[in-house]
């Protein structure tokens, strides 16, 4: 009888065909298949050859080389193209089959296919693999959703190629229903924006008011990366800071200052202002990046606004601790908003979201992955209620005994006209959160003023709105009162 395989793969791109090494690599036999079918012989009979794998040249092939109930995961280009090979799917399969999308799909994209699916009677998966081409073939951050029933046939699969923690736990468990495990990777890759956008500015700032070299700060990130802010990206950081081009000078320095996106951090900013979510970080990270692409327009700026001239008077080495404890609190607050985005998704689309399992899926593989991620997920199995992790006992004491630096940081920079959006709205979000009271008073009454948009008293109970002539010319009726 011919050998059939565990599972099916559509897309031998870079993340696929590394995720198919990883799964052979694990005891699966694992059928591949690529739109160009010229692919598949290439790697087959390349990186693949002598190894369990199954050569499909069309749909209908793939599918039948694969052991019951099938398992298709495709990883193709985000869009069209995955509704595309659902279709091409569909009629090849049978009740109890499992499509699985491990591209970087919106989350409602995640939802319509996931209900559309499963009224043909198959079962449906989308997934964020995080961990770019290392993390698929050694073992990356894997977050499904979708259909419920679908789980117990992947998972033995999906935890055995998924990065591992210290005691040998995978950084894969089921996420929730239809779209939440694709909204888990858009936070993530949202926060991922926020890290890198915080890094940036610490850099910066070391950069020009400092006036220290990529080899000194190579040196600050090294030791950054033993202690509290240990993690994927400061190590990087450190070792991009360290390379030298072809003529011995640091090549960070000659790269063009103009970044790119592939929109996740958008969606996540989008999907915070769709829940009302404060989302200050990810969003001013992803407007840092826009304004980083105008790059010919702030060349002629440069020329015609001046600001302060750059000069550090104070005590270097203390300040670099005061740039690490800005970082730290940054940090810790991009992450408190993000896990307020997915408490209230949850609400919103009925998701049972384990905070604590997240923070764990997290802790390896991904690209946010770091020491600073265990913390959370303890915090979330003390308080699996905890409304902001600025609330959980460790974090507070972190973050209070970092203001002091972090507000220096702010206030340094906005002195010596350094750009840090990321920094500032971070504290802003703190002194904000931290307020009891808040000038929205006001805000209500410009409102009331010119739209008769109503407001609540602090000398009645809640949920009680007036309206106020306040011109004397106006009448009594008052709109219709929303709250977002």
Not at 131 to 157: D, F, Q, R, T, Y
Not at 222 to 236: A, H, P, Q, T
Not at 329 to 355: F, T
Not at 458 to 463: A, E, L, M, Q, S
Request: net charge neutral.
């Amino acid at each position: 009888m011919e050998k059939l395989a565990d599972i099916g793969l559509i897309g031998l791109a870079v993340m696929g065909e590394n995720l198919v090494l990883n799964m052979e690599s694990k005891g699966f036999t694992v059928a591949v298949f690529n739109r160009t079918v010229e692919k598949v012989d290439k790697f087959v009979n390349g990186r693949g050859k002598g190894k369990n794998f199954i050569g499909a040249h069309s749909i209908e092939e793939l599918v039948k080389s694969l052991k019951r109930p099938r398992k298709v995961m495709m990883l193709v280009k985000a869009g069209q193209a995955v509704d595309d090979f659902i279709e091409l799917l569909i009629p090849h399969l049978e009740a109890g089959d499992i499509i699985i999308d491990g591209g970087n799909s919106h989350f409602p994209d995640t939802i319509r296919r996931t209900k559309y699916v499963e009224s043909k009677g198959l079962l449906y998966i989308g997934t964020g693999v995080s961990g770019g081409e290392e993390g698929a073939l050694l073992g990356p951050s894997i977050m499904p959703g979708g259909s419920n029933s679908a789980w117990p046939h992947v998972k033995s699969i999906f935890q055995a190629i998924s990065a591992k923690v210290e005691d040998g736990s995978p950084c894969c468990d089921w996420v929730g229903e239809n779209g939440a495990g694709h909204f888990v990777k858009m936070v993530h890759n949202g926060i991922e924006y926020g890290d890198m956008q915080l890094i940036c500015e610490a850099y910066q700032i070391m950069k020009e008011l400092l006036g220290m070299t990529p080899d000194e700060m190579h040196e600050v990130f090294k030791e950054w990366n033993k202690g509290e802010l240990d993690s994927y990206l400061i190590e990087i950081t450190r070792d991009i800071l360290a390379f030298k081009d072809e003529d011995g000078k640091p090549l960070v320095e000659k790269i063009l200052d103009t970044a790119g996106q592939k929109g996740t951090g958008k969606w996540t900013a989008v999907a915070a202002l769709d829940q009302g979510v404060p989302l200050t970080l990810i969003g001013e990270a992803v407007f840092a990046r826009c304004l980083s692409a105008q790059k010919d327009e702030r060349v002629r700026a440069s020329k015609v606004l001046t600001g302060p001239a750059k000069k550090f008077t104070g005590d270097k080495k203390a300040f670099i601790e005061d740039i690490k404890q800005a970082l730290f609190a940054s940090k810790l607050v991009s992450y408190a908003q993000g896990y307020v985005l997915m408490r209230a998704a949850a609400a919103e689309y009925g998701w049972n979201l384990n905070n604590g399992g997240i923070a764990l899926m997290w802790r390896g593989g991904c690209i946010i992955r770091s020491v600073f991620l265990s913390k959370i997920k303890e915090a979330f199995d003390k308080n699996p209620n905890l409304e902001n992790l600025l609330l959980d006992p460790y974090f507070k004491g972190k973050v209070v005994a970092a203001q002091d630096g972090w507000r220096r940081v702010v206030a340094a920079a906005a002195m010596q006209g350094i750009p840090v959006p990321a920094f500032a709205t971070a504290l802003a979000y703190f002194d904000g959160y931290r307020s009891e009271r808040l000038p929205a008073n006001l805000l209500q009454a410009q409102r009331d003023y010119f739209g008769a948009h109503t407001y609540e008293r602090v000398d009645k109970p809640r949920g009680e709105f007036y309206h106020t002539n306040w011109t004397g010319r106006g009448g009594e009726t008052a709109s219709s009162t929303y709250t977002v």
